[in-house]
T-cell receptor
Framework: AQSVTQLGSHVSVSEGALVLLRCNYS??????LFWYVQYPNQGLQLLLK??????LVKGINGFEAEFKKSETSFHLTKPSAHMSDAAEYFC?????????????FGQGTILTVHP | SAVISQKPSRDICQRGTSLTIQCQVD?????MFWYRQQPGQSLTLIAT?????????ESGFVIDKFPISRPNLTFSTLTVSNMSPEDSSIYLC????????????FGPGTRLTVL
């Protein structure tokens, strides 16, 4: 069984400030981990993924995430927020073997960026 | 990445009717999935659409309510049957990417409102 917890349903930052979106996971097997972004009235876009290679993963739009097995975390960061980053962000986990392809999503975090 | 289209993009339906949602991919893919995103909520996996065999449903979802077809490796349909207002959601199809990374790409979604 696997699950994802995103701490904070809403995060608000000023433009240019650090963005930190928290994600903790639970998985009985080594997981694949993902961050997706959903802009208003749009589908999901893959930001980045962890697949057991480098623990620090770089994605699109300047985002990155670090896999920390000891903390079962996969927090998403961006050094400097831009107005265009305002969206909802979802962390997701997938297992391997029989769980392959089945994504379990967190509840989502809405990011607001203030000028 | 795969290009995924869904039809219709949105619809408003009456209680008790059924709606069939189509998902078309621009390349052959092994795995296709259907997700539901209820208002203000995260995504929940409905089922895996298997080519040439019956879909595999997740707990809480049944074939009579959500029949799925997968006639070939580029196309799938999801029917929402005997609809009620509680079925108002965004329905998204996704396809599996490279097996080694287990990533999934999502269609734009179908926004369904049931009156």
């Amino acid at each position: 069984a696997q699950s994802v917890t995103q701490l904070g349903s809403h995060v608000s930052v000023s433009e240019g400030a650090l963005v930190l979106l928290r994600c903790n996971y639970s998985s009985s097997v080594p997981p694949y981990l993902f961050w997706y972004v959903q802009y208003p009235n749009q589908g999901l876009q893959l930001l980045l993924k962890y697949t057991s290679a480098a623990t620090l993963v770089k994605g699109i739009n300047g985002f990155e995430a670090e896999f920390k097995k000891s903390e079962t975390s996969f927090h998403l960061t961006k050094p400097s927020a831009h107005m265009s980053d305002a969206a909802e962000y979802f962390c997701a986990v997938s297992g391997r073997g029989t769980s392959y392809g089945k994504l379990t999503f967190g509840q989502g975090t809405i990011l607001t960026v203030h000028p | 990445s795969a290009v995924i289209s869904q039809k219709p993009s949105r619809d408003i339906c009456q209680r008790g009717t059924s709606l069939t949602i189509q998902c078309q991919v621009d390349s052959q893919v092994t795995m296709m999935f259907w997700y539901r995103q209820q208002p203000g909520q995260s995504l929940t996996l409905i089922a895996t659409a298997n080519q040439g065999s019956e879909a595999t449903y997740e707990s809480g979802f049944v074939i009579d309510k959500f029949p799925i077809s997968r006639p070939n490796l580029t196309f799938s349909t999801l029917t929402v049957s005997n609809m009620s207002p509680e079925d108002s959601s965004i329905y998204l199809c996704s396809v599996g990417g490279r097996i080694a990374s287990n990533e999934q790409f999502f269609g734009p979604g179908t926004r369904l409102t049931v009156l």
